[in-house]
């Protein structure tokens, strides 16, 4: 059967969530994927699409950790920043 061709390269961990962010790409779509390192059973199998061509940065927002914690800002070639919620999966601000 067809598998999918997935890439993972720029990292961002969250200590306070044990959460890594991970910038992922499988076929056209470029995205991140949240790891657990409590729970290893279902790691980098869900992709959040953000961009439209390669990443190069990913920094997890860690000023406030209570209100920001999920939120993820992103770098790519397609010359955008995106700052996205890891929570909802969407992007909030482009």
Known sequence: PFQPVA???YMSYRQSEEMLICSRQVNDKYGIAKVSMRDFSNNLHAIIPIHSQTIKDVQCYTSDSVANKSLV??????????????????????
């Open 7 to 9: 890439t993972a390269h």
């Open 73 to 94: 800002l992103t770098a790519s070639m397609d010359k955008t920043l995106k700052l996205t919620s890891a929570l909802s999966q969407h992007v909030v601000l482009s």
